[in-house]
């Protein structure tokens, strides 16, 4: 019986501990409790736009890497999202192909499609993007749509915005999106680029600048 009591008195202390320290679950305090097990509710992590000493520069959320591919942006599956011209190849507003690049057109950009261009289509469309590229010669791909010439005609008449809009989110059935691995500046580039190659192949002498016409001999 001694023991009884002794048991019981210890317990009703430790419950009286536990609830002096811990409180009442749902009670509201003026002060923030007392945790013993805090659920993750709060963590040891950095918050946007707080200084942090850890890095460098001071800030807790550091640059972009260069050439980072932002993700659903440009979406044109996602109806809801409207943007601009640059981001999904349409008439702001409309579900129309924009006819030309929205991006201004210059040697570096041209530059930047052909290095960009050998590296995602080449593979399949060919250096000169007649459709004749490597995944065809192994039989990868039974077959390629050319980009140019007469066999090319259908991607030489469709508008800019479209030519975009295949590279972002593929064609159906044989070619897959590149929205997730090229940047929206680049498939710009790389469109220009193919706009390029089309144009070359229909190019004739005279347009080839004097100095350079003997090495196409
Ligand atoms: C894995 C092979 C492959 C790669 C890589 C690829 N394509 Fe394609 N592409 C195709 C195939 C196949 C078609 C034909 C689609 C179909 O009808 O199935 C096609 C179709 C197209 C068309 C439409 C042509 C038309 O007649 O309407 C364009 C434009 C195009 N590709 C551009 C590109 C560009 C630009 C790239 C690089 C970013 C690229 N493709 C990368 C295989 C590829």
């Avoid at 419950?15 to 509201?28: C, P, Q, S, Y």
């Avoid at 192909?97 to 590296?119: K, M, S």
Wanted: aromatic share 8%; hydrophobic share 45%; proline share 6%.
């Amino acid at each position: 019986m001694r023991y009884f009591f002794a048991i019981l008195f210890g317990f009703l202390l430790l419950a009286l501990t536990v609830f002096g320290i811990a409180g009442i679950r749902g009670k509201e305090f003026r002060k923030p409790p007392l945790e013993i097990f805090d659920d993750m509710v709060r963590q040891d992590k950095l918050r946007p736009q707080v200084p942090n000493g850890f890095m460098a520069d001071g800030r807790s959320s550091q640059a972009h890497v260069a050439g980072t591919v932002a993700q659903r942006i440009g979406d044109q599956n996602n109806n809801t999202w409207q943007g601009s011209a640059r981001n999904t190849g349409l008439v702001p507003g409309t579900t129309n192909f924009v006819a030309t690049i929205p991006v201004p057109v210059t040697a570096a950009l041209l530059d930047r499609g052909r290095e960009r261009y050998n590296i995602s289509c080449l593979p399949c469309h060919g250096a000169i993007g007649d459709g004749n590229g490597i995944t065809k010669k192994i039989g990868a791909m039974a077959i390629v749509a050319p980009l140019v010439g007469e066999a090319g005609k259908n991607a030489i008449i469709i508008p800019d915005g479209q030519v975009f809009h295949i590279i972002s989110q593929g064609k159906a059935p044989n070619m897959q999106g590149y929205a997730a691995t090229i940047e929206i500046n680049d498939r710009w580039a790389i469109v220009a680029y193919v706009r390029a190659l089309q144009r070359a192949r229909f190019a004739t002498l005279e347009e080839v600048p004097a100095a350079d016409r003997a090495t196409l001999k």
